[in-house]
Protein backbone atom coordinates (compact mmCIF):
# COMPACT_ATOMS: atom_id res chain seq x y z
CA UNK A 1 0.00 0.00 0.00
CA UNK A 2 1.10 3.87 -0.36
CA UNK A 3 3.29 5.10 2.25
CA UNK A 4 4.85 8.30 3.74
CA UNK A 5 8.42 8.19 5.41
CA UNK A 6 9.47 11.61 6.98
CA UNK A 7 12.24 12.94 8.57
CA UNK A 8 12.15 12.46 12.51
CA UNK A 9 11.89 16.02 14.93
CA UNK A 10 12.21 17.62 16.62
CA UNK A 11 13.88 20.07 14.66
CA UNK A 12 14.43 23.56 16.37
CA UNK A 13 15.26 26.44 14.46
CA UNK A 14 15.34 30.02 15.08
CA UNK A 15 13.33 32.81 13.81
CA UNK A 16 13.51 33.90 10.05
CA UNK A 17 15.81 30.31 9.84
CA UNK A 18 15.27 28.42 6.43
CA UNK A 19 12.96 25.61 7.30
CA UNK A 20 13.35 22.01 5.37
CA UNK A 21 11.08 19.24 6.28
CA UNK A 22 11.93 16.07 4.25
CA UNK A 23 9.18 13.46 2.91
CA UNK A 24 9.20 10.62 0.91
CA UNK A 25 6.44 8.51 -0.52
CA UNK A 26 5.67 5.15 -1.96
CA UNK A 27 2.80 4.48 -4.09
CA UNK A 28 1.02 3.10 -6.84
CA UNK A 29 -0.12 5.51 -9.74
CA UNK A 30 0.18 9.55 -8.82
CA UNK A 31 -1.95 10.48 -6.04
CA UNK A 32 -2.35 13.77 -4.65
CA UNK A 33 0.26 14.30 -2.29
CA UNK A 34 -0.78 16.93 0.83
CA UNK A 35 1.01 18.57 4.37
CA UNK A 36 -0.81 18.72 7.46
CA UNK A 37 0.01 20.93 10.34
CA UNK A 38 -1.32 20.11 13.82
CA UNK A 39 -1.09 23.18 16.21
CA UNK A 40 -0.70 22.25 20.13
CA UNK A 41 -3.99 21.38 21.68
CA UNK A 42 -5.81 21.64 18.23
CA UNK A 43 -6.97 18.73 15.28
CA UNK A 44 -4.93 18.47 12.29
CA UNK A 45 -6.06 21.38 9.75
CA UNK A 46 -4.61 21.22 5.71
CA UNK A 47 -1.38 22.97 4.93
CA UNK A 48 -1.15 22.86 1.06
CA UNK A 49 -1.70 20.04 -1.53
CA UNK A 50 -0.27 19.09 -5.08
CA UNK A 51 -2.07 16.94 -7.15
CA UNK A 52 0.15 15.95 -9.82
CA UNK A 53 3.61 15.74 -10.39
CA UNK A 54 6.07 18.78 -10.61
CA UNK A 55 3.16 20.95 -8.92
CA UNK A 56 3.71 23.01 -6.06
CA UNK A 57 1.53 23.85 -3.75
CA UNK A 58 1.86 26.58 -1.51
CA UNK A 59 0.12 28.61 1.90
CA UNK A 60 1.49 31.12 4.52
CA UNK A 61 5.02 31.12 3.20
CA UNK A 62 5.31 27.22 3.45
CA UNK A 63 5.71 25.82 -0.16
CA UNK A 64 6.27 21.72 -1.02
CA UNK A 65 7.05 20.44 -5.13
CA UNK A 66 5.51 16.97 -6.42
CA UNK A 67 8.69 15.45 -7.56
CA UNK A 68 8.06 11.75 -9.08
CA UNK A 69 11.74 11.77 -10.26
CA UNK A 70 13.05 11.41 -6.45
CA UNK A 71 9.23 10.30 -4.77
CA UNK A 72 9.40 13.43 -2.46
CA UNK A 73 7.56 16.02 -1.22
CA UNK A 74 9.60 18.06 1.06
CA UNK A 75 8.37 20.93 2.49
CA UNK A 76 10.26 24.22 2.57
CA UNK A 77 9.89 27.55 3.94
CA UNK A 78 12.47 30.46 4.04
CA UNK A 79 11.77 32.37 7.27
CA UNK A 80 9.87 30.82 9.92
CA UNK A 81 8.10 32.80 12.33
CA UNK A 82 7.54 31.16 16.76
CA UNK A 83 3.75 30.73 15.40
CA UNK A 84 5.18 27.83 13.11
CA UNK A 85 5.92 26.42 15.91
CA UNK A 86 3.62 22.60 15.40
CA UNK A 87 3.95 19.17 14.22
CA UNK A 88 3.80 18.71 10.24
CA UNK A 89 2.35 15.31 8.71
CA UNK A 90 3.05 14.47 5.27
CA UNK A 91 0.08 12.48 3.73
CA UNK A 92 -1.37 10.82 0.82
CA UNK A 93 -4.38 8.94 -0.19
CA UNK A 94 -4.68 4.89 0.76
CA UNK A 95 -7.78 2.79 -0.25
CA UNK A 96 -10.71 4.69 0.18
CA UNK A 97 -10.35 8.06 0.46
CA UNK A 98 -7.97 7.04 3.71
CA UNK A 99 -5.37 9.53 4.18
CA UNK A 100 -2.06 7.62 5.29
CA UNK A 101 0.19 9.86 7.76
CA UNK A 102 3.61 9.96 8.46
CA UNK A 103 5.04 10.10 11.50
CA UNK A 104 4.82 13.49 12.11
CA UNK A 105 7.48 16.17 12.36
CA UNK A 106 7.67 18.86 15.17
CA UNK A 107 8.87 22.34 14.78
CA UNK A 108 9.90 24.24 17.45
CA UNK A 109 10.89 28.00 16.62
CA UNK A 110 12.67 30.49 19.01
CA UNK A 111 12.69 33.71 19.20
CA UNK B 1 -19.23 27.80 12.20
CA UNK B 2 -17.45 24.81 13.00
CA UNK B 3 -17.13 22.09 10.03
CA UNK B 4 -16.22 19.15 11.66
CA UNK B 5 -16.86 19.09 15.75
CA UNK B 6 -16.53 16.59 18.00
CA UNK B 7 -17.46 15.96 21.61
CA UNK B 8 -16.22 15.90 24.14
CA UNK B 9 -13.04 17.56 24.54
CA UNK B 10 -11.32 15.57 26.91
CA UNK B 11 -12.64 12.66 28.87
CA UNK B 12 -11.18 11.31 31.81
CA UNK B 13 -12.83 7.64 33.35
CA UNK B 14 -11.73 4.89 35.14
CA UNK B 15 -10.75 1.48 33.61
CA UNK B 16 -13.55 -1.42 32.61
CA UNK B 17 -16.14 1.92 32.15
CA UNK B 18 -18.09 2.64 28.64
CA UNK B 19 -17.62 5.81 26.86
CA UNK B 20 -19.04 7.25 23.82
CA UNK B 21 -17.20 10.11 21.78
CA UNK B 22 -19.74 12.55 18.93
CA UNK B 23 -18.98 13.46 15.93
CA UNK B 24 -20.95 15.53 13.50
CA UNK B 25 -20.16 17.32 10.52
CA UNK B 26 -21.61 20.37 8.81
CA UNK B 27 -19.83 20.70 5.38
CA UNK B 28 -22.39 17.91 3.59
CA UNK B 29 -19.72 15.35 3.05
CA UNK B 30 -20.11 11.77 2.33
CA UNK B 31 -17.08 10.10 4.05
CA UNK B 32 -16.47 10.46 7.70
CA UNK B 33 -13.31 8.76 9.72
CA UNK B 34 -12.24 7.76 13.06
CA UNK B 35 -8.34 8.53 13.80
CA UNK B 36 -6.24 7.32 16.92
CA UNK B 37 -3.34 9.69 17.79
CA UNK B 38 -1.09 8.13 19.95
CA UNK B 39 1.35 9.80 22.43
CA UNK B 40 4.19 10.11 19.81
CA UNK B 41 1.88 11.90 17.59
CA UNK B 42 0.97 8.89 15.58
CA UNK B 43 -1.90 8.81 13.30
CA UNK B 44 -3.90 5.58 12.78
CA UNK B 45 -7.28 5.23 11.27
CA UNK B 46 -9.30 2.89 12.50
CA UNK B 47 -12.47 3.12 10.64
CA UNK B 48 -13.97 4.95 7.71
CA UNK B 49 -17.37 5.33 6.90
CA UNK B 50 -18.98 6.29 3.19
CA UNK B 51 -22.78 7.44 3.26
CA UNK B 52 -23.80 6.01 6.61
CA UNK B 53 -21.94 2.44 5.54
CA UNK B 54 -18.67 1.13 6.72
CA UNK B 55 -15.87 0.99 4.44
CA UNK B 56 -12.78 0.23 6.70
CA UNK B 57 -12.18 -1.34 9.71
CA UNK B 58 -8.49 -1.39 10.44
CA UNK B 59 -7.09 -3.71 12.68
CA UNK B 60 -9.28 -2.39 16.07
CA UNK B 61 -10.85 -4.28 19.43
CA UNK B 62 -14.08 -4.78 18.66
CA UNK B 63 -14.88 -3.04 22.27
CA UNK B 64 -14.66 0.06 19.66
CA UNK B 65 -17.76 0.41 17.55
CA UNK B 66 -18.43 2.99 15.92
CA UNK B 67 -22.44 4.10 14.30
CA UNK B 68 -23.10 6.46 12.02
CA UNK B 69 -27.41 7.46 12.37
CA UNK B 70 -27.07 9.82 9.26
CA UNK B 71 -23.81 10.54 6.85
CA UNK B 72 -23.59 13.68 8.95
CA UNK B 73 -22.98 12.00 11.91
CA UNK B 74 -20.32 9.15 13.27
CA UNK B 75 -19.96 8.19 16.83
CA UNK B 76 -17.76 6.52 18.58
CA UNK B 77 -18.64 3.74 21.17
CA UNK B 78 -16.03 2.41 23.15
CA UNK B 79 -16.50 -0.56 26.26
CA UNK B 80 -14.37 -1.79 29.16
CA UNK B 81 -12.28 1.15 28.57
CA UNK B 82 -8.52 -0.31 29.43
CA UNK B 83 -5.59 1.88 30.05
CA UNK B 84 -3.49 1.42 26.33
CA UNK B 85 -7.12 3.36 25.16
CA UNK B 86 -5.64 6.82 26.76
CA UNK B 87 -5.11 8.74 23.49
CA UNK B 88 -6.15 11.88 21.61
CA UNK B 89 -9.38 10.60 18.88
CA UNK B 90 -10.02 12.70 16.06
CA UNK B 91 -12.88 12.54 13.45
CA UNK B 92 -12.20 13.88 10.19
CA UNK B 93 -14.74 13.65 6.93
CA UNK B 94 -13.77 14.25 3.36
CA UNK B 95 -16.23 15.30 0.41
CA UNK B 96 -15.13 11.85 -1.98
CA UNK B 97 -13.45 9.09 -2.23
CA UNK B 98 -10.48 9.22 -4.85
CA UNK B 99 -6.80 10.11 -5.26
CA UNK B 100 -7.54 14.26 -4.65
CA UNK B 101 -9.35 13.77 -1.60
CA UNK B 102 -8.39 15.78 1.10
CA UNK B 103 -9.62 15.48 5.21
CA UNK B 104 -11.02 17.88 7.29
CA UNK B 105 -10.29 17.27 11.12
CA UNK B 106 -11.69 17.83 14.38
CA UNK B 107 -10.09 19.65 17.02
CA UNK B 108 -9.58 16.12 18.54
CA UNK B 109 -10.98 14.27 21.74
CA UNK B 110 -8.46 13.44 24.48
CA UNK B 111 -9.49 10.30 26.46
CA UNK B 112 -7.47 9.59 29.74
CA UNK B 113 -8.12 6.14 31.21
CA UNK B 114 -7.02 6.40 35.10
Known amino acids: GNSVTQMEGPVTLSEEAFLTINCTYT??????LFWYVQYPGEGLQLLLKATKADDKGSNKGFEATYRKETTSFHLEKGSVQVSDSAVYFC??????????FGKGTMLLVSP | DTAVSQTPKYLVTQMGNDKSIKCEQNLGHDTMYWYKQDSKKFLKIMFS???????INETVPNRFSPKSPDKAHLNLHINSLELGDSAVYFC?????????????FGQGTRLTVV
Open chain 1, 91 to 100: ALPSGYSTLT
Open chain 2, 92 to 104: ASSPKQGATTEAF
Open chain 1, 27 to 32: ATGYPS
Open chain 2, 49 to 55: YNNKELI
